[in-house]
């Protein structure tokens, strides 16, 4: 099976950065998108970024110039910089990957455990 390992949350100011990280590990035969999503209080769950194999990315209009998503296909590792944050960005950030394993041809969407980001006023 697959599992992805995200870190990187924590409590920030406001106008502050900081840097989520996703690996996943198991047997893969291969990773299509990768992404984002994250959930607030009281709030549905939004997609906030996604990066495919070849590196095409679409982000929320929310957060279109201030965060920035990358990937390491070589280490199955995708980062997302968050900067100039605000307090509306407080939320927990799932990274999700859809993945071909080594014994399935089927394309199957895993899910990382949450990382907690807050920013405060």
């Known amino acids: 099976q697959v599992q992805l390992g995200e870190s990187g949350g924590g409590l920030v100011q406001a106008g502050g950065s900081l840097r989520l990280s996703c690996a996943a590990s198991?047997?893969?035969?291969?990773?299509?998108?990768m992404g984002w999503y994250r959930q607030a209080p009281g709030k549905q769950r939004e997609l906030v970024v996604v990066?495919?194999?070849?590196?095409?990315?679409n982000y929320a209009d929310s957060v279109k110039g201030r965060f920035t998503i990358s990937r390491d296909n070589a280490k199955n590792t995708a980062y997302l910089q968050m900067n100039s944050l605000k307090p509306e960005d407080t939320a927990v950030y799932y990274c999700?990957?859809?993945?071909?394993?080594?014994?399935?041809?089927?394309?199957?969407?895993?899910w990382g455990q949450g990382t907690q980001v807050t920013v405060s006023s």
């Open positions: 990066i495919t194999s070849v590196g095409r990315t």
């Open positions: 999700a990957a859809d993945v071909k394993g080594s014994y399935s041809s089927a394309l199957v969407r895993y």
């Open positions: 198991g047997s893969i035969f291969s990773i299509n998108a």
